[in-house]
């Protein structure tokens, strides 16, 4: 294909997804999300036109701020990103252009600048040294063992099997156990090698017979060059004014050690310029499927991530925990069985370069000695200098500085917790989350070395629309689609493309590669999704005899209560008047803080006859996506609302007698206490799942989920309330715990 058709074929796959963001269109809402999955593919079959798709899309993001069209600055510098991520003939000329436009957008409010940030440090890094964020991308998904690299990442998703049909839970395993099959770490270390060295070199490398070579080779020699090319990037790129000419010589010397003389090189190249420019993919983050079957799991799952079986025996505030029952995936789950012993090579062994030079035998990998056990103090509570909510730092794609850390203590992992389904799949998240961070305060032993991400995919299963009194169950998935377009385009689109696979009889053909379209969009929105959506979590005390102390539980997105059958009165109490209990609903007191702009306490107490409430947390339209109930940071006033919806009871008489009416009636609240005045009990759903039922409750109160609180954290509070003002008081109380759920831009304003 020429060059000006390669051009014209980007551009109109550019526009396509362009015309996706500014017209959404329900009647081409099947469509939606391959206009951007189909352009990376066509930069996959021609890599080498990867700089001819960098100017197009660089040229539209100028036009977009020249033009002041914000709504599409984001997916487009997201797909720039993911370009420049995997390419390898980029000139600096690009680069420079690219970071110029980000630094630009730091003037503009969030989330632009948020984004644009992440961007331009990541754009910084690669141009010091080429091929440095692929690199990295790889060693992190695939846990590729590295010293000066050892960050390692993992992508867990979890399906509720009760929520989830069984045929959709077959052909997500199956594709991703397909897809893994075909990306060894034997391929991931040569994908690596040979991206970098063509990177440095562009046109002198030959990256056909380099990657042929590398096939060739044993395992213990490839891992020699891959360690040789990693520590040649990590040591350039770590330094305060990286040498670009020092860093091509040693590369140089690699790739020469390999395939022969420089001269010889040169001299060869015409003959082979056919093959000169394969693709070299980007391998796809390490998936491991889960169904969610125990309340526990998450904790479990993530202890296991942290500390293998196979490497490290658990510490002894681990080892008292019952794992009993416990399975893991280990054919999905990586782990490495190396012996650490990765500079012994056998004298004579195939193809190891005869003289090394100096640095390259820096760059060799020695003998280490033990992994060292760390041993935590029993009482290590959380440092008040933390930056944002524990164990929620985005990755930006460089190691974070030593501010954010505890003392002696390195955050290496991240955990990308991807939860498949509906509302209820997102409330049972909320409940493991709440379940998580009210353990670390205890035991504190994930937090300092866990960066965890959540994401959510919706689910849906086809619902009968002549169906009524069933809840709606995708409400939190329209509220982000809403907030962020793109997750709207990218993701809220796949739950057609996951209903149909399911319905697809199995591949059983593994020795085809497979080009799977919904593993590519979870690997594109787990790595470019990195702005949250912070969610409110509510507790709420159930009260099903008031002498006895509640049950607490908490909810995400909705609390329903109904109305249950009147039962009669106790033995020993007293009769009630005659007609307390007439006609339909009950008679309820209901206690609420006013939700106010001011946020100036206001109580409102009312009594009232209903038969039905329902507490909402997601916004219904919207005008509302960008209110009080959500925000983009942690720290942001006014996050917590409730949309409180009641079915009112009211009476009338007449002449034909006593009628009854009903009227809906709705306000706003930060908390809520509601109790029932007759005999009638009440029934709680929490977040729409039947599974979370409390029936015979006289009394409930729900309210913002604080922080959970170590003893030592209870105490002080304890001593500030008896000694201290009021006002030293409130500033004592924890904050609400909020849940992020990643999207590509956050809230949009």
Same mark, same amino acid.
Request: hydrophobic residues 35%.
């Given at each position: 294909?020429?060059s000006s ?13 362009l015309?996706e963001?500014?017209?959404p269109?329900?009647a081409l809402?099947?469509?939606q999300?391959?206009?951007?999955w ?10 080498g ?10 040229r ?5 701020e020249?033009?002041d069209v914000r ?15 995997k ?6 000329e ?14 503009l ?6 984004v ?9 890094t ?6 440095t964020?692929?690199?990295?991308t790889?060693?992190?998904?695939q ?7 050892p ?6 998703l979890?399906v ?7 045929s ?16 060894t ?11 970098a ?9 030959h990256t ?6 590398l096939?060739?080779?044993?395992r ?16 350039? +790129?770590n330094?305060?004014?990286p ?11 690699i790739?020469?050690?390999l ?5 010889t ?7 082979f310029?056919?093959d ?5 993919p ?6 491991t ?12 799952e993530?202890v ?5 079986r196979?490497?490290?025996?658990l ?7 019952d794992?009993?029952?416990?399975r ?18 056998p ?8 003289a090394?030079?100096s640095e ?7 003998? /280490? ?6 041993v ?13 909510p ?8 460089r ?14 992992h991240?955990?990308?917790?991807l939860v498949?389904g509906?509302d ?11 379940r ?17 991400q959540?994401?959510?995919i919706?689910?849906l ?8 009194? /069933? ?10 689609g809403? +907030?962020?377009?793109w ?8 739950c057609?493309a996951?209903?149909k696979?399911a ?24 790595r ?7 969610f409110?979590?509510y ?6 005899n ?5 049950t607490?539980?908490?909810f ?6 109904t ?5 009669g009165?106790k ?29 100036r ?7 009232l006859r ?14 509302e996506?960008?209110?009080?109930s959500?925000?983009?940071?942690p ?13 009112e ?8 007698g ?10 706003r ?7 029932s ?7 709680l ?6 599974r979370r039922?409390f029936?015979?409750?006289v009394?409930?109160?729900a309210?913002?989920?604080p922080?959970?609180?170590s ?7 304890a001593?500030?309330?008896?000694h201290?003002q009021?006002?030293e008081?409130?500033?004592a109380?924890?904050?609400s715990?909020?849940?992020?759920i ?5 809230i949009?304003?």
């Amino acid at each position: 294909m020429e060059s000006s058709d390669v051009e014209l074929d980007f551009q109109r796959s550019v526009q396509a997804v362009l015309r996706e963001l500014n017209t959404p269109n329900p009647a081409l809402q099947r469509n939606q999300g391959m206009w951007r999955w189909s352009l990376h593919k066509k930069v996959e079959r021609n890599p080498g036109k990867s700089s001819v798709l960098v100017r197009i899309l660089l040229r539209e993001l100028e036009k977009a701020e020249s033009e002041d069209v914000r709504h599409v600055i984001v997916p487009l510098l997201l797909t720039l990103m993911c370009v420049l991520t995997k390419a390898t003939s980029i000139t600096e000329e690009l680069y420079h252009r690219a970071y110029t436009f980000c630094t630009r957008l730091l003037t503009l409010p969030a989330p632009y600048s948020t984004v644009a940030l992440d961007c331009a440090i990541r754009l910084k890094t690669e141009m010091a040294v080429p091929g440095t964020l692929y690199q990295r991308t790889v060693i992190a998904e695939q846990n590729l063992m590295s010293e000066l690299y050892p960050y390692q990442e993992r992508v867990f998703l979890f399906v509720d099997p009760e929520l989830v049909s069984a045929s959709v839970c077959s052909a997500l395993l199956l594709e991703i156990q397909t897809a893994q099959e075909q990306q060894t770490p034997e391929a991931c270390m040569r994908h690596v090698v040979c991206h970098a060295l063509e990177a440095a070199l562009g046109d002198d490398c030959h990256t056909g017979a380099l990657n042929r070579k590398l096939q060739a080779t044993s395992r213990r020699v490839l891992e020699y060059y891959f360690h040789a090319v990693v520590a040649a990037i990590e040591q350039v +790129a770590n330094e305060d004014n990286p040498s670009r000419l020092g860093h091509l010589e040693r590369l140089e010397e690699i790739y020469c050690s390999l395939l022969g003389p420089a001269t010889t090189r040169r001299r060869c190249v015409g003959d082979f310029l056919q093959d000169r420019r394969p693709s070299i993919p980007l391998p796809g983050p390490c998936i491991t499927f889960h169904l969610w079957t125990d309340q526990e799991q998450l904790w479990k799952e993530l202890v296991l991530f942290l500390r293998p079986r196979s490497q490290l025996r658990l510490s002894v505030d681990l080892e008292a925990l019952d794992l009993q029952g416990l399975r893991l995936d280990w054919g999905l789950a990586r782990v490495s069985t190396d012996s650490g012993i990765e500079r012994d090579l056998p004298v004579g062994s195939d193809e190891l370069p005869a003289a090394p030079s100096s640095e390259m035998e820096r760059a060799a990998l020695q003998r /280490k000695g033990g992994i060292k056990k760390r041993v935590w103090p029993p009482d290590f509570s959380m440092p008040g200098s933390w930056d944002g909510p524990p164990g929620l730092h985005r990755r930006t794609g460089r190691p974070s500085g030593d501010g954010g850390q505890l003392p002696g203590v390195s955050r290496v992992h991240t955990a990308r917790v991807l939860v498949l389904g509906d509302d209820r799949m997102v409330g049972r998240l909320a409940q493991a989350y709440y379940r998580l961070r009210k353990r670390e305060t205890r035991k504190f032993c994930l937090t300092p070395r866990l960066s965890l991400q959540l994401y959510y995919i919706p689910v849906l299963a086809p619902q009968d629309p002549e169906a009524s009194g /069933k809840p709606e169950l995708g409400e939190l998935a329209s509220f982000l689609g809403q +907030a962020d377009p793109w997750y709207e385009s990218t993701v809220n689109t796949l739950c057609p493309a996951i209903l149909k696979l399911a319905e697809m009889p199995p591949c059983l053909d593994t020795s085809r590669p497979v080009d799977p379209f919904i593993l590519d969009v979870i690997t594109y929105y787990v790595r470019m999704g990195t702005q949250p959506v912070y969610f409110q979590l509510y507790k709420v005390k159930i009260f099903t005899n008031l002498s006895h102390d509640p049950t607490e539980d908490i909810f995400l997105t909705e609390l329903k209560v109904t109305i249950q059958d009147s039962k009669g009165p106790k033995e020993g109490s007293s009769p009630r008047r005659r007609g307390a209990a007439e006609g339909p609903g009950a008679e309820l007191s209901v206690c609420y803080q006013k939700a106010l702009l001011s946020h100036r306490p206001r109580e409102v107490i009312v009594s009232l006859r209903a038969t039905e409430l329902v507490l909402k947390a997601i916004p219904a339209g919207d005008t509302e996506v960008s209110g009080f109930s959500h925000c983009t940071s942690p720290n942001a006033p006014g996050c917590s609302c409730l949309h409180v919806s009641v079915t009112e009871v009211v009476k009338s008489s007449n002449l034909a007698g006593r009628s009854f009416t009903t009227a809906a009636n709705t306000f706003r609240t930060s908390s809520i206490q509601v109790q029932s005045q007759d005999q009638r009990r009440l029934t709680l759903w929490l977040d729409k799942d039947s599974r979370r039922t409390f029936r015979d409750v006289v009394r409930f109160e729900a309210g913002p989920c604080p922080e959970p609180c170590s003893r030592a954290q209870k105490s002080k509070m304890a001593g500030l309330n008896s000694h201290r003002q009021e006002t030293e008081t409130k500033v004592a109380k924890p904050n609400s715990l909020l849940m992020p759920i990643n999207t590509f831009s956050g809230i949009i304003q």
